[in-house]
């Protein structure tokens, strides 16, 4: 017989002490002799105590309880041939495109519910999530009146195989509501097809697709103009009828409106400066899905920061001197300043180390190869000739720039030191590349030299960006993000969404809007064409599901019941000898 607890068992050493108990405490009995019967020669008898042990029942009764209930503890089963239990689970498409009559959805998986005795529900998001496991019609229709869609789009496949994990070796129905519009992953009529192949599980499909006419935002670009505000692109969609739509664009630098008249299948590209702060992008209408009619776009705080550029001066320093947020000077204590940028014959002394090592930001603009301080993340060893193609290996600060467009016609040759991180090289060559020293950080720009960087109109932008990621102000991509990413972290973290504060390891954009933590913010937009056109998507047959008895499968049976009733048996069998004796 197996066990599902078998270390309880153990309680079988209880009976140790009963023995023990009986065997030192045997009741005594009045009985009259004669004073000779000690000199009468008799057989041997079996002691008394013993025979107390072996014929007294409520010693086999108290060991029958005692037996009993370890073993009840123990959870013995069978196993055998038998009808899986009644099981369904509800596979909900929780994707921005169910908006558009989430309701009639929830109505159609209505009617199943009261035909089962345990129901799961499973929510289908970009990652699916379980919502109720093995709850009643009751609890099923509560979970479901509280489900909103969220704006990603729904991971079928991986919620139909989270579903059928649930029904576990018993199998079950599994009834899947979707629109069936778009989805991320596999396709779900595939994932259908190997489910219902193990025989255990069956699929039914409830298609929930209603049409709608639909206008979205379903794109956004921005590009730092390195002037204290950012270029913003938006691209509007219409997949409804022709219409007249009006715009909203609202943040720190005031409110604007317009209007535009969209044909049917229409692109419509508007731009704006989008200053540090939140900036809304906003359609004015009402439509099929919301989620799609307003975009946010997040530019960081940069605050203003102090500068101090030594050596002759260079297209660098121009660069500097046109960054709004840089107050630039070319003298001064290296402890005053955020940023140290040096450039050629500028000397370098103790100070310099000891600023490095306190915390201290270094910029060094390589000209000659006859300077190599020891400072810089490389060794300068000598000087090539180009052209030569560049490669870039992390970008880092600098994702908007396009480093292999730049034209070299010579550079340094250079080595980089351990702990360094190159993120452009020339012919394997670091000509850009940073590591951390001590407390502090320094970057060697090799880019200079004998280029026309300076002469391109992302040399202002480059130092920004630099700048930013100096002093720690995030890159614009960074803080502008499309709903359905996840932000993962190394511990439990406390963010603010649009939907309230959470708790959490691994953070979920699911909702168009601005989300914080740790001192940062994101800003999230749907941007999906796919999810925000309802005249798409895919049609599959309903299904139907299986009678249960059709299918057979190995089920447990509990026998813990009649044991722990056997127990009870005893202990009243017990009670009763006990006020028979009149021991009570």
Same mark, same amino acid.
Request: charge should be negative; aromatic fraction near 10%.
């Given at each position: 017989?197996?066990?599902?607890?078998?270390?309880?068992?153990?309680?079988?050493?209880?009976?140790?002490?009963?023995?023990?108990?009986?065997?030192?405490?045997?009741?005594?009995?009045?009985?009259?002799?004669?004073?000779?019967?000690?000199?009468?020669?008799?057989?041997?008898?079996?002691?008394?105590?013993?025979?107390?042990?072996? +014929?007294?029942?409520?010693?086999?009764?108290?060991?029958?309880?005692?037996?009993?209930?370890?073993?009840?503890? *123990?959870?013995?089963?069978?196993?055998?041939?038998?009808?899986?239990?009644?099981?369904?689970?509800?596979?909900?498409?929780?994707?921005?495109? $169910?908006?558009?009559?989430?309701?009639?959805?929830?109505?159609?998986?209505?009617?199943?519910?009261?035909?089962?005795?345990?129901?799961?529900?499973?929510?289908?998001?970009? %990652?699916?999530?379980?919502?109720?496991?093995?709850?009643?019609?009751?609890?099923?229709?509560?979970?479901?009146?509280?489900?909103?869609?969220?704006?990603?789009?729904?991971?079928?496949?991986?919620?139909?195989?989270? *579903?059928?994990?649930?029904?576990?070796?018993?199998?079950?129905?599994?009834?899947?509501?979707?629109?069936?519009?778009?989805?991320?992953?596999?396709?779900?009529?595939?994932?259908?097809?190997?489910?219902?192949?193990?025989?255990?599980?069956?699929?039914?499909?409830?298609?929930?697709?209603?049409?709608?006419?639909?206008?979205?935002?379903?794109?956004?670009?921005?590009?730092?103009?390195?002037?204290?505000?950012?270029?913003?692109?938006?691209?509007?969609?219409?997949?409804?009828?022709?219409?007249?739509?009006?715009?909203?664009?609202?943040?720190?630098?005031?409110?604007?409106?317009?209007?535009?008249?969209?044909?049917?299948?229409?692109?419509?590209?508007?731009?704006?400066?989008?200053?540090?702060?939140?900036?809304?992008?906003?359609?004015?209408?009402?439509?099929?899905?919301?989620?799609?009619? +307003?975009?946010?776009?997040?530019?960081?705080?940069?605050?203003?920061?102090?500068?101090?550029?030594?050596?002759?001066?260079?297209?660098?320093?121009?660069?500097?001197?046109?960054?709004?947020? *840089?107050?630039?000077?070319?003298?001064?204590?290296?402890?005053?300043?955020?940023?140290?940028?040096?450039?050629?014959?500028?000397?370098?002394?103790?100070?310099?180390?000891?600023?490095?090592?306190?915390?201290?930001? %270094?910029?060094?603009?390589?000209?000659?190869?006859?300077?190599?301080?020891?400072?810089?993340?490389?060794?300068?060893?000598?000087?090539?000739?180009?052209?030569?193609?560049?490669?870039?290996?992390? +970008?880092?600060?600098?994702?908007?720039?396009?480093?292999?467009?730049?034209?070299?016609?010579?550079?340094?040759?250079?080595?980089?030191?351990?702990?360094?991180?190159? $993120?452009?090289?020339?012919?394997?060559?670091?000509?850009?590349?940073?590591?951390?020293?001590?407390?502090?950080?320094?970057?060697?720009?090799?880019?200079?030299?004998?280029?026309?960087?300076?002469?391109?109109?992302?040399?202002?932008?480059?130092?920004?960006?630099?700048?930013?990621?100096?002093?720690?102000?995030?890159?614009?991509?960074?803080?502008?993000?499309?709903?359905?990413?996840?932000?993962?972290?190394?511990?439990?973290?406390?963010?603010?969404?649009?939907?309230?504060?959470?708790?959490?390891?691994?953070?979920?954009?699911?909702?168009?809007?601005?989300?914080?933590?740790?001192?940062?913010?994101? *800003?999230?937009?749907?941007?999906?064409?796919?999810?925000?056109?309802?005249?798409?998507?895919?049609?599959?047959?309903?299904?139907?599901?299986?009678?249960?008895?059709?299918?057979?499968?190995?089920?447990?049976?509990?026998?813990?019941?009649?044991?722990?009733?056997?127990?009870?048996?005893?202990?009243?069998?017990?009670?009763?000898? +006990?006020?028979?004796?009149?021991?009570?």
């Amino acid at each position: 017989m197996p066990f599902s607890n078998p270390l309880a068992l153990l309680g079988l050493l209880s009976i140790i002490p009963l023995i023990v108990i009986y065997l030192i405490r045997p009741k005594p009995r009045e009985v009259l002799f004669s004073s000779t019967i000690f000199l009468t020669e008799e057989k041997a008898e079996r002691s008394a105590v013993l025979s107390r042990l072996i +014929t007294d029942p409520l010693f086999w009764v108290q060991l029958l309880v005692l037996c009993s209930l370890s073993i009840a503890a *123990a959870g013995p089963y069978t196993t055998e041939v038998g009808t899986p239990t009644s099981h369904l689970v509800l596979v909900v498409d929780l994707s921005a495109s $169910m908006e558009n009559d989430f309701a009639g959805a929830i109505k159609m998986a209505d009617p199943y519910l009261d035909g089962y005795q345990r129901i799961s529900i499973v929510l289908a998001e970009n %990652v699916p999530v379980v919502a109720l496991q093995s709850g009643s019609p009751a609890e099923t229709r509560d979970v479901l009146a509280k489900l909103t869609p969220r704006a990603v789009s729904a991971d079928l496949s991986s919620a139909m195989i989270l *579903a059928n994990g649930l029904l576990g070796s018993e199998g079950g129905n599994m009834l899947v509501v979707s629109d069936f519009i778009s989805w991320a992953g596999d396709d779900p009529g595939d994932t259908r097809k190997l489910l219902e192949a193990s025989g255990l599980t069956s699929i039914v499909f409830a298609t929930s697709r209603s049409g709608g006419d639909n206008v979205a935002i379903v794109g956004g670009w921005t590009i730092d103009s390195g002037q204290g505000f950012a270029n913003h692109t938006a691209l509007v969609h219409n997949f409804g009828q022709p219409r007249t739509l009006p715009i909203s664009v609202t943040g720190p630098g005031g409110t604007s409106s317009s209007s535009v008249f969209l044909d049917s299948g229409q692109d419509y590209y508007f731009s704006f400066r989008a200053f540090p702060g939140v900036n809304k992008v906003s359609l004015e209408l009402k439509d099929a899905i919301h989620s799609d009619n +307003t975009a946010y776009v997040y530019i960081p705080e940069q605050g203003q920061r102090k500068i101090l550029y030594l050596g002759e001066p260079e297209p660098a320093l121009k660069a500097l001197q046109s960054l709004p947020s *840089a107050q630039v000077v070319q003298s001064g204590e290296f402890g005053n300043f955020d940023v140290v940028v040096i450039s050629k014959n500028a000397s370098s002394d103790g100070k310099l180390y000891r600023y490095i090592d306190g915390g201290g930001k %270094v910029v060094y603009i390589a000209q000659s190869r006859n300077e190599s301080p020891d400072y810089i993340p490389v060794r300068i060893t000598s000087e090539a000739k180009g052209p030569v193609n560049l490669w870039i290996r992390s +970008t880092e600060f600098a994702s908007d720039i396009h480093f292999d467009e730049i034209g070299i016609s010579s550079f340094l040759e250079t080595t980089a030191r351990r702990q360094s991180i190159s $993120m452009v090289e020339a012919n394997g060559a670091p000509v850009l590349a940073y590591w951390r020293l001590g407390k502090g950080t320094v970057i060697y720009d090799g880019l200079e030299k004998d280029s026309d960087f300076y002469f391109r109109p992302e040399y202002p932008i480059f130092w920004n960006d630099m700048i930013n990621w100096l002093n720690g102000v995030p890159e614009i991509s960074a803080s502008n993000r499309k709903t359905g990413d996840t932000i993962p972290f190394e511990s439990s973290v406390k963010a603010q969404t649009p939907d309230g504060t959470v708790t959490t390891t691994n953070l979920l954009l699911d909702e168009v809007g601005m989300y914080s933590f740790q001192g940062k913010t994101v *800003a999230t937009s749907m941007y999906n064409p796919r999810e925000s056109n309802l005249g798409g998507g895919a049609t599959y047959p309903s299904g139907e599901f299986r009678a249960g008895g059709n299918r057979e499968t190995l089920v447990e049976k509990d026998l813990s019941p009649w044991i722990i009733a056997l127990a009870a048996l005893a202990v009243i069998l017990e009670m009763a000898i +006990t006020r028979w004796r009149r021991e009570t």
